[in-house]
Nanobody
Framework: QVQLVESGGGSVQAGGSLRLSCTAS????????MGWFRQAPGKEREGVAA????????YYADSVKGRFTISQDNAKSTLYLQMNNLKPEESAMYYC????????????????????WGKGTLVTISA
């Protein structure tokens, strides 16, 4: 069983930055996708960024490439999402998730692929 706890959300102005953290406990072996997802009210949950732990390969939604960076600190069992140049339309609940996978790929960004979820951290961006 894997437990995930997000932190770092808050309110910023457009163009600002935030860094989200996700601390994992339980087993997260190398064959896991770890990802960040977001869901705004009335919208579907979408995969923002993901990393395959075995290789460290990262995957990003086109809308965040060049602005968001996903990283991991294995010693601290922590996943990060650095978000720069934030836009008001990116206001949402941001979730950390983990899913077992034999290999990496863009499926790591698919909500349906994930096995474990955190409770989320709220990000609000004002214009």
């Amino acid at each position: 069983q894997v437990q995930l706890v997000e932190s770092g959300g808050g309110s910023v102005q457009a163009g600002g930055s935030l860094r989200l953290s996700c601390t994992a406990s339980g087993t997260t072996a190398s064959r896991y996708c770890m990802g960040w997802f977001r869901q705004a009210p009335g919208k579907e949950r979408e995969g923002v960024a993901a990393i395959y732990q075995g290789s460290g390969t990262t995957y990003y939604a086109d809308s965040v490439k060049g602005r968001f960076t996903i990283s991991q600190d294995n010693a601290k069992s922590t996943l990060y999402l650095q978000m720069n140049n934030l836009k008001p339309e990116e206001s949402a609940m941001y979730y950390c998730a983990a899913g077992y996978a034999y290999a990496g790929g863009d499926h790591c960004r698919s909500p349906g692929f994930m096995d474990y979820w955190g409770k989320g951290t709220l990000v609000t961006i004002s214009a």
